[in-house]
């Protein structure tokens, strides 16, 4: 695929975000008039009620921009090592999801196996380094300059071995993650305000600290040192930084072992939510439109993306998809990200696509 | 070498599809029992326990009695990993191997089997699952589905809430929330729950979960804790039900009001909440633990000897005997095909015979073994299912114990349904073969 | 020595512009024809034409449709399964408001709904590129799959929640329902697959292909060149999800008969087409046949054609080895030849051209 794309039109930017606001303005207004014009009608199901359920229950709004928050972050983790991976080498990587799954499953099973719980971590994460080595050397420099869906189509290869091997080597049971080993907190915080309890769990407060140093260090990283400044020379031009001696074969190993510790760590949150098992992978998929609202090459984006789409699924759930029988946060990340879409093409936050003849 | 390693790999591939068109045929002197199971995949967690219980019973028949009648059984697994397609290419390949029986292990493959069957005659065993309405033997002879339907165990539900609440009716204006898969497996409880409702006074709540958020359930649970459902009622599965007792639990909702189908109790479904999850409920109808002559013997003649594919703390788990629970109505009704037809082999048709007169007694249970690990059995012409009793699991903290009485399903309400349901799937196929099997006029 | 064109001489332009140039590729053609048509039917037993080569056609069909839009217009969709449920439902909805007509007739027509769907959609393509578009696209994919569960009509209310598959029958013959013998299934299926074929080789050997192909090649050089891009896309979008709906109305009513239909038509199908079409080779159709026997067959073959070679492998070891192996075959074949099987193809033709005497 070329990066040529979408509109002719030089000021597309403001351009966008004027058509945005005024499409908003009109919409609300209508909703304002509809709602006055029947009380009792759908109009005023969706435009009035919700908001009169979160002004007399503002404990429940609070508890849901919460839980939104925090599958947010959950949700950036996974875009993270999606954004990492395309910004060094153009590569969509499917197999984010199965490596947090792998990465969670070689963590539990060595900690099973008796190898004490951080030493179990250190040689995970020595396994994540051994994966990218194994599939810079086997599948990447093979493949290198061929065109971004191939490299993507690669992926899925990786996405199929590393579901048998893994399955083969762990088995498909469901393990617990170790929390407690790990000094994960327990337990929830119970606050009680705003007439009622919203109540924050210790687990859910980790992980968003955890996650907030993590990508302050990748960004400092990324910022500050050589293999930073190298990296992001190879997401600028391939050409160009092989010419001044950087070496792309030792990024891609560098960017491919990043996106594991991340996978380890985003496996290790889901996980405690849950339990560790191959279900895990479908959670990855949650990632995809977080990644085309905050831009495929945007650290950032990924960030603000996860929030916007985290909170945004969880409210409209919430008090929206009752009205037509729930079960629409399968799909309602998706228009929310669509929408933003049709005003920036390249994301929130992606960079923008100039076009040339 | 390009081309070379090319026209090798073709060459091979040619090999392979030939092999698949020569697929083996059976030997005579066993009987060829093929069954559907799924270690791979998203549902592996609830599908390795009950398929390990499955094959190590008959593991077990063979090692300890040398098969059933004399005749060694051939029992073969064919993987699904939960997916219709492969499920529908086990179906042929059981079909090509003359199975006995077929046993679909998911809602989905039932579906597709039932069909099928009804053309190539062969018989379907669902064990409390797939498609309520087939428990109409005389609309589908060739699908059974005992001990009890997914309607009866709805039914068992309400009866239960009443039983905590203190009598039928006390059930008015209560709320009960249904947690379900959004798929047709998990809605199946749905209008039986809302014919109850309608019945005894109670709100049905329904919470949908997408197959793509099991293990993402926050938002649901900021809805259960909106409405303050007075039950809740989980027709998970996989990695639904773990999700679903941990979110229970962080969202203090009481968790001995949290009641799952059958299949919602695996122990590792349980264990993922911690010491909190003391009190989680799940229907039963089949005993946990291993203090069963039956599964005293599997860990002698199959485990002890590393036939097994469980590990030995995995034996005696609440799935893992229930596969045992299955592979025993497969056995048993094999035993009475003999009986009746005096074959020692036998053929599809005789196996369907054998399951519509399918009566284990309680002297009987005791005999094979399973006193006190499940309740009789009797399977009819017309009724193939039973409908028969279900009691309430509740987890101890580290096992399944049995948290109350055998409780009837409201089979007056339920068989009604079944009926009219399976008249109304019979006539929207179109063509439907008429039941032309005669009614076994013994026992 | 055989295949090369001399002597072959064209004494029109059509006959130079025609698809087949060759003679031997005409015999060629022929020969696999008659192999499905006769030899298939002959020497298959039931299982495999029932699990090998009706899921096959299927899904040759499926990447047809995509590769119509992947392929040839370089738009990227992972809404594909999707769109093969539109037209299942669709099809199923007219055989319960048409009965008496003829479920074939219903099958292409229940496609022009998935057409009109797959429009809808494609809207943003107007805007949207590249991979951005791919997700846009799976907006479809949730949405619909939501709807196939959630719209209680589009199952005819049944309980289950599942589609049945009415028997229907063709000149007295029971085509659908469980009473069609695999081999019927299998020659309707091939009927089906023949016609779409030749009808969407002639489309994108005319001129509706070649505004498709401009637009993929650079989409802003095609605008200036006079070629509209709404039309383009648009039409792409609608015979790319017509092929899809035809092909899903086929799954259900021809291979699964009947069912859960909505866990069939999941992302991880949409995934599965995408491969074959790019492992087959991105703008080709007999690619597309290439890539459809390779995902779709290939497991299957593995899975029960190892034990059947006696190779002991069972249950779950083979689905793990399976899987592996497919992996690692993607991979491998990636990297011999990235441009798909139908790349490799085209290099056996030409070096069969030159055979016995490259220089």
Known sequence: MSDVAAQPAPNLLANGWIKAGLIVIGLIAAAIVGARLDPTGTIHAIFVDPFNQMAQAPDLLAQTIWEGLVSGVLYALIALGFVLIFKASGVFNFAQGIMVVFAALTLVGLYEKGVPAFLAVILTLGVMFALAVTIERVVLRPLVNQPDIILFMATFGITYFLIGFGESVFGGSPKQMITDQLYLPKGAIDLKILGGIVSLQKIDIAAAIIASLMIAVLALFFQYTRIGRALRAVADSHKAALSVGISLNQIWVIVWFTAGIVALITGIMWGARSDVSFALEIVALKALPVLILGGFTSIPGAIVGGLIIGIGEKLGEFYWGPLIGGGIESWLAYFIALGFLLFRPQGLFGDKIIERI | MKKSSIIRSVALGALLAAGAIAAPANAQDTIYVANNAYRTGPFSGSGIPIGDGMRDYFTMLNERDGGIGGVRINFEECETGYDTKKSIECYEQAKAKNTVVYSPWSTGATLAAIPRAHIDKIPILSMAYGLSASADGSQFPWVFIPPLTYWDGASIMVRHMANELGGMDKLKGKKLGLIHLDAPFGKEPIPVLENLAKKYGFEVKLYPVAAADMQNQGSLWLSIRRDRPDFLYNQGWGAMNPTAVKEAIKNNFPIGKLVGVWWAGGDDDARAGGAEAKGYKSLNFNAAGTNFPVIQDIVKHVVEKGKSLAPKEKVGENLYNRGVYNSMLVAEAIRNAQKLTGKKVITGDDMRRGLETLNVTEARLKEIGMEGFAAPVKVSCADHSGHHKAYVAEWDGTKWTKGSDWMEPLKEEVRPLIEANAKDYVEKAGNWPKRTESCEKSS | ?359
């Open chain 3, 1 to 359: 020595m055989f295949y090369r064109e001399a002597g072959q001489y064209k004494t029109n332009y059509a006959a130079d512009m025609a698809v087949f140039p060759l003679r031997q590729d005409r015999i060629g053609l022929a020969v696999i024809l008659a192999i499905a048509l006769v030899g298939v039917p002959l020497i298959g037993n039931d299982f495999f034409i029932a699990s090998v080569m009706i899921p096959f056609l299927v899904f040759s069909l499926a990447a047809i449709g995509l590769n119509i839009l992947t392929g040839y217009t370089g738009l990227i969709s992972l809404g594909t399964a999707a769109f093969m449920g539109v037209g299942a439902y669709s099809c199923y909805k007219l055989t319960t408001f048409f009965p008496g007509v003829n479920i074939i007739v219903l099958i292409l027509v229940s496609g022009l709904f998935s057409a009109a769907i797959g429009v809808l959609f494609g809207l943003p393509s107007l805007r949207i590129k590249g991979f951005y578009l791919a997700v846009a696209t799976l907006a479809a994919q949730f949405f619909l799959q939501w709807a196939f569960v959630r719209v209680p009509w589009l199952f005819n209310y049944n309980a289950s929640g599942a589609i049945e598959v009415p028997q229907r029958t063709l000149f007295g013959l029971p085509i659908t329902g469980a009473a069609a013998t695999p081999e019927t299934r299998y020659f309707v299926c091939l009927g089906l697959v023949v016609v779409l074929t030749w009808f969407a080789s002639n489309l994108v050997h005319g001129k509706l292909g070649r505004s498709w192909m401009a637009v993929r090649d650079m989409d802003i050089a095609a605008e200036l060149m006079g070629i509209k891009l709404l039309n383009a896309k648009l039409t792409a979008f609608a015979v790319s999800s017509y092929f899809a709906g035809v092909a899903g109305a086929m799954m259900i009513f021809l291979w699964y008969g009947g069912g859960e239909a909505n866990d069939v038509f999941t992302i991880r199908l949409s995934f599965n087409i995408l491969f074959m079409v790019i492992i087959g080779g991105l703008g080709s159709l007999i690619g597309s046949f290439m890539g459809a026997a390779f995902i779709a067959s290939l497991p299957t073959i593995l899975k029960f054609g190892l034990p059947a070679l006696g190779v002991p492998l069972s249950g779950a070891t083979a689905e793990h080895v399976t899987f592996m192996l497919v992996g690692a075959l993607i991979i491998i074949f990636l990297i011999l030849e990235p441009h798909g099987l139908a790349r490799l193809w085209q290099i056996g033709k030409q070096k069969l051209r030159t055979w016995p005497f490259p220089y």
